[in-house]
């Protein structure tokens, strides 16, 4: 995450506002208490459909600085799409990036945070860590539902945007997705149309797997 601009603190004061005028109808307003541990067996089916639960929410322009104002308002991050996703249909990211990092510190950016931080499992960066570290980034696809899409501005540049596959078929993808982009609601899409936005594709992360073909 990048340090909001004057812009972006503008927009949070109008989604206060916002709240105000309109209720909570596009906050987050759903479960909160996070799983003891990470779950693979966790239905995908499942996640998809809490990520779905998450559309017209607003993005959080402040992008959780500042306190956290936004997100206690109701408003979200992209990696909260899958964060909260996953930990609605109980399987843990966080309990999951902890067990690594434990296990693996040197994973992962010494910018980035560490478990015990506001915002480490709230960092794509972190989870592209974890999946390229432990043999779950996939960078030729078809992806699976359920599993995410890394994206950045640059070829070389930071993981800074991420994205739930929800639909998968006729070699294409849809995605939920939360994103200053646009009209900052969270949204269903086409995969390819939300590429076309200026994000570089940085891999399919499967923090599930592959899912085994039947014969």
């Not at 996703?85 to 992962?108: F, K, Q, T, V």
């Not at 015990?116 to 390229?132: I, V």
């Not at 991420?162 to 646009?182: N, T």
Request: aromatic share 10%; with cysteine; hydrophobic share 35%.
């Amino acid at each position: 995450m990048t340090r909001p601009s004057r812009r972006a603190v503008v927009l949070l004061a109008a989604a206060a506002a916002g709240l105000l005028i309109f209720g909570r109808r596009h906050t987050y307003r759903g479960p909160s208490v996070e799983p003891a541990a990470w779950n693979s067996k966790v239905e995908r089916a499942m996640i998809v459909a809490e990520a779905r639960k998450l559309v017209g929410v607003w993005y959080d322009p402040a992008q959780g600085y500042f306190g956290d104002i936004g997100g206690k308002l109701g408003l979200i991050v992209c990696m909260d799409v899958p964060r909260i996703a996953y930990r609605n249909a109980g399987a843990s990211l966080r309990r999951l990036l902890e067990a690594d990092y434990a296990a693996h510190p040197g994973h992962y950016g010494k910018r980035d945070g560490r478990p015990g931080d506001p915002y480490f499992e709230r960092r794509a960066r972190n989870l592209y860590s974890y999946c390229k570290h432990n043999g779950c980034l996939d960078m030729s696809g078809p992806p699976e539902p359920g599993d995410v899409v890394f994206m950045s501005r640059g070829r070389g540049g930071w993981i800074s945007h991420i994205a739930l596959v929800s639909e998968v078929g006729d070699g294409a993808y849809r995605v939920v997705e939360s994103s200053r982009d646009e009209w900052y609601l969270t949204r269903e899409e086409d995969g390819g149309r939300m590429l076309g936005r200026g994000w570089v594709f940085r891999g399919f992360g499967r923090p599930l797997g592959r899912r085994k073909r039947e014969a």
